[in-house]
């Protein structure tokens, strides 16, 4: 009997240190599997995010079809995606902070909020755009009386410019810049003007960089400054007298001159209303970056996603969907695209 008693023990022990090992090996194989998930092929949801370069409402129902479309490009590349998440962020930079936390996957965002958030996001592809019948540096040459158009001619840059409206004060402002006359810092100063955030290249780094090249003096600097939280926004405030100036791409004409009076309250032609103040150098186009604390973001479908986004862009129905954020097709891109724009970055820093 204390021969079978210890021969039980003996026999417990061991069926104990197996279960014990056998636990271990199960745990290591487990986390195995979990640091391999950023290399699978099925992705349960692909969040995305799109700065608001118009109000949400018009770009959520533009880019419906978008998801359909990414999702059937990667599925022909052997990735199995169950839901593809659009949003847009409530601003330039709280797209960057998203992809900077890992919260949105990838992000189509300005190249300045890219260098802005450059140490937490990978650069993908920049956007291509039809070019504008007008690139002079010389603001009367857009002020004389003809419209801006797009050409069929594509770029991989644009301008921004500092926008007078019809208000007693954008009027003034106009008046002595089609005269010939430079404009001080003081006339500049009494007037108000509406920007976007401060990581947006058009709506606010090129035009403070103006500033500065001109005056010494920057965005920050302005006595009367309101944020808007699209271009639309800002458009509107324009064409109501609400702001004196705006700042944003080149082409804003071309692209809401037809809502000026019906939907923003102009009460004549846009380019009756509106004068070119400044015209900055160039900006590269829009970006489209991927978080690199996102849990999906493997090398495979980064590349897969690039793809699929180039092979959108060269379609039909992928042009049109597209149109609204005034994408016409991509090309891949490289940190270095943006250096221009670090530049632009840090001088204002370093004033």
């Keep these: 009997m204390n021969r079978l008693t210890r021969y ?66 990667l599925e022909a590349q052997g990735f199995s995606i169950g839901n593809i998440d659009i949003t847009v962020g409530t601003s330039y930079s709280a797209v960057g902070e998203a992809l900077s936390a890992g919260t949105a996957d990838a992000g189509f965002i300005s190249g300045g909020t890219y260098v802005t958030y450059d140490d937490d996001c990978d650069v993908l592809l920049t956007a291509l755009r039809k070019a504008v019948n007008k690139d002079s540096l010389d603001a009367r040459d857009w002020n004389d009386g003809t419209e801006e ?15 007078a409206g019809p208000s007693k004060k954008g009027q003034e402002l106009a008046a002595k810049i089609n005269a010939g006359q430079k404009l001080t810092w003081d006339e500049l100063n009494s007037a108000t003007w509406a920007v976007m955030g401060a990581s947006s290249a058009s709506g606010y780094i090129y035009p403070s ?28 405030r324009l064409a109501s007298g609400q702001v004196d100036v705006i700042v944003g791409f080149a082409h804003i004409r071309a692209k809401y001159a037809d809502n000026w009076i019906s939907k923003f309250g102009g009460t004549d032609d846009c380019y009756r209303q509106t004068n070119v103040l400044a015209v900055t150098d160039q900006i590269m186009d829009d970006t489209i970056c991927v978080s690199k604390s996102s849990s999906i973001m493997s090398d495979d479908f980064k590349e897969a996603f690039a793809n699929a986004m180039i092979n959108i862009g060269n379609s039909e129905e992928g042009l049109k969907t597209l149109n609204v954020l005034s994408h016409i097709g991509y090309q891949k891109a490289q940190s270095s695209d943006y250096d221009a724009e670090r530049a632009a970055q840090n001088m204002l820093k370093n004033k």
């Design 209 to 236: 960089l103006w500033l500065y090249n001109n005056y010494g003096k920057q965005i920050s600097d302005l006595n009367n400054v309101v944020q808007s939280d699209s271009y639309t926004t800002s458009m509107s």
């Design 149 to 163: 158009k797009f050409t069929d001619n594509l770029t991989t840059y644009y301008r921004s410019v500092i926008l």
């Design 8 to 73: 039980l023990k003996i026999g417990m022990s061991l069926l104990l240190t197996a279960t014990f090992f056998l636990g271990i090996t199960t745990g290591l194989t487990g986390c195995g599997n979990n640091s391999k998930q950023k290399d699978s092929k099925n992705i349960d949801t692909f969040r995305i995010m799109i700065a608001p370069y118009q109000d949400a409402d018009t770009l959520l129902t533009g880019l419906e079809p978008l998801g359909g479309m990414i999702k059937s490009e």
